[in-house]
Nanobody
Framework: QLQLVESGGGLVQPGGSLKLSCAAS????????IGWFRQAPGKEREGVSY????????NYADSMKGRFTISRDDAKNTVYLQMNSLQPEDTAVYYC??????????????????WGQGTQVTVSS
């Protein structure tokens, strides 16, 4: 059964860092576009970052540029999101999703075929 599982969320103080993981089971992530999204309370789900199937193309939403880094380790069947300089406005449930395409088509939700259950990130002092 195809499954994506996020981990690494938690409570962190402003200015702190977290590294999220997205592990796949039941299929291999290699060659597929992977995206990270987040949803804060009362807000719509928004795109955070994505990485192409080969890993040579990445994209970040404007508010994440310079603070977040997406990477993938196909040998571990895992995609990561390193988040630095976290701020309270980064508080949200973070989701990973896979698009069964080598190239990413942006952050449109319909472009992603499978989603994880999410991991909570809370930034607070």
């Amino acid at each position: 059964q195809l499954q994506l599982v996020e981990s690494g969320g938690g409570l962190v103080q402003p200015g702190g860092s977290l590294k999220l993981s997205c592990a796949a089971s039941g299929f291999t992530l290699a060659g597929y576009c992977i995206g990270w999204f987040r949803q804060a309370p009362g807000k719509e789900r928004e795109g955070v970052s994505y990485i192409s199937g080969s890993g040579d193309s990445t994209n970040y939403a404007d508010s994440m540029k310079g603070r977040f880094t997406i990477s993938r380790d196909d040998a571990k069947n895992t995609v990561y999101l390193q988040m630095n300089s976290l701020q309270p406005e980064d508080t949200a449930v973070y989701y990973c999703a896979v698009s069964l395409s080598h190239y990413c088509s942006g952050y449109a939700h319909y472009a992603y075929d499978y989603w994880g259950q999410g991991t909570q990130v809370t930034v607070s002092s």
